[in-house]
Nanobody, 124 residues
Framework: QVQLVESGGGLVQAGGSLRLSCAASGRTFSNYVMGWFRQAPGKEREFVAAIRGSGGSTSYRDSVKGRFTLSRDNAKNTVYLQMNSLKPEDTAVYYC?????????????????WGQGTQVTVSS
């Protein structure tokens, strides 16, 4: 079993930055693809970004490319989502997710482990 705990959410003005962290406990962290999803009120949960266990390959949704950077520190069992140039449409609850293996899935159903979520609010 893998436990995930997110932190770093908050309220920020448009154009500002936040860094989300996701700390994992349990089995070998480097064996897991780690992803971030977000869900705004009344909308479906959507893929944001994901990174392979080695950290050598990442994937981003188009709307965050060039603004968000996903990284991981396997020695600390932690993944980071640096979010810059934030926009009001980035407002959502952000969830960290994990799946065993090397396939970078973009569907929520492809991830077996989830954190509790952290709120990100971007004011205009």
């Amino acid at each position: 079993q893998v436990q995930l705990v997110e932190s770093g959410g908050g309220l920020v003005q448009a154009g500002g930055s936040l860094r989300l962290s996701c700390a994992a406990s349990g089995r070998t962290f480097s064996n897991y693809v780690m992803g971030w999803f977000r869900q705004a009120p009344g909308k479906e949960r959507e893929f944001v970004a994901a990174i392979r266990g080695s950290g050598g390959s990442t994937s981003y949704r188009d709307s965050v490319k060039g603004r968000f950077t996903l990284s991981r520190d396997n020695a600390k069992n932690t993944v980071y989502l640096q979010m810059n140039s934030l926009k009001p449409e980035d407002t959502a609850v952000y969830y960290c997710a994990g799946r065993r293996g090397s396939y970078i899935g973009e569907g929520p159903d492809e991830y077996a482990y989830w954190g509790q979520g952290t709120q990100v609010t971007v004011s205009s």
